[in-house]
């Protein structure tokens, strides 16, 4: 089972920037799809941007693409996954998880511990 690891998350004001980093082991393959999900208190977790290998990305949220941009690097033994995030609200207020994409549930990697960002003045 492919274990990720977040961190980057904390407590910012309005209107402030984190940048996000998960690392993925590297046995698994470097052609998969990345994403970054989130899940804020009470609701459902929810995609918030996918990456292909060549830095293809999609953003389903219109409201993020703007302010969130996702990044990754590939290496040997290694993919490190970035979340540039700016201009944060407090309805950003979330853990926050990167896993593989996938557009079927059952085929994702257990959830890691995830990361938590508080936007809060």
């Known amino acids: 089972q492919v274990q990720v690891v977040e961190s980057g998350g904390g407590l910012v004001q309005p209107g402030e920037s984190l940048r996000l980093s998960c690392v993925a082991p590297g046995t698994i393959s470097n052609s998969v799809i990345m994403a970054w999900y989130r899940q804020a208190p009470g609701k459902e977790r929810e995609l918030i941007a996918s990456i292909t290998r060549s830095n293809g990305t999609n953003y389903p949220d219109s409201s993020m693409k703007g302010r969130f941009t996702v990044s990754r690097h590939n290496a040997v033994n290694t993919i490190t996954l970035y979340l540039q995030m700016n201009g944060l609200r407090p309805d950003d207020t979330a853990v926050y998880y990167c896993?593989?994409?996938?557009?079927?549930?059952?085929?994702?990697?257990?959830w890691g511990q995830g990361t938590q960002v508080t936007v809060s003045s």
């Open positions: 896993n593989r994409w996938s557009s079927s549930p059952s085929t994702l990697w257990s």
